[in-house]
């Protein structure tokens, strides 16, 4: 299970042309589901993400979560991240996670989001959709979390 979370200044999923989701300054966070990934992982790596202090505190240095901001959160699932490219120049996606179950485990990572922070600062993207994601990376600051 991986969790790309990026630190931005504004971010949007959008869905044929229709705006999904939309925040300000916070994260958005690409979610992957790889074979072999336990759904209790989704509570850990749902607290990590919520209480990272990767945002500017009062001495300029990485002190503060996107719960202390008040930040919003947009939370995109992303199979691709269980892609491996170790070989050839074609990424290999057989050890992503099947869709039923990625999905169940998508939505129960965005649950534990909303459990740890709050339920109307955390926005989605729509699971399998052909999605259009913006953002303006603020630092640039990306952080890869796996629960492995």
Same mark, same amino acid.
């Given at each position: 299970? +991986?969790?790309?979370?990026? *630190? ?8 044929? /042309?229709?705006?999904?989701?939309? $925040? @300000? ?22 607290? +990590?993400?919520?209480?990272? *202090? ?8 990485? /002190?503060?979560?996107?719960?202390? $901001? @008040? ?8 199979f691709t991240?269980?892609?491996?490219c170790k ?62």
């Amino acid at each position: 299970m +991986k969790a790309v979370l990026q *630190r931005v200044n504004s971010a949007y999923v959008r869905i044929d /042309g229709q705006t999904q989701a939309e $925040i @300000d300054k916070g994260l958005l966070i690409l979610f992957g589901v790889e074979k072999g990934d336990e759904a209790e992982k989704c509570a850990e790596l749902a607290y +990590k993400s919520m209480n990272l *202090r990767i945002f500017e505190d009062e001495n300029g240095k990485m /002190g503060r979560s996107v719960k202390d $901001i @008040d930040g919003g959160v947009i939370v995109v699932s992303q199979f691709t991240l269980a892609g491996n490219c170790k070989k050839g120049l074609r990424p290999d996606f057989t050890t992503a996670m099947e869709p039923v179950t990625a999905n169940l485990y998508y939505e129960k990572f965005v649950d534990e989001c909303r459990r740890q922070y709050a339920a109307d600062r955390i926005q989605t993207g729509v699971f399998a959709a052909d999605m259009k994601v913006g953002l303006e990376n603020d630092g640039p600051v990306t952080i890869i979390l796996e629960s492995r």
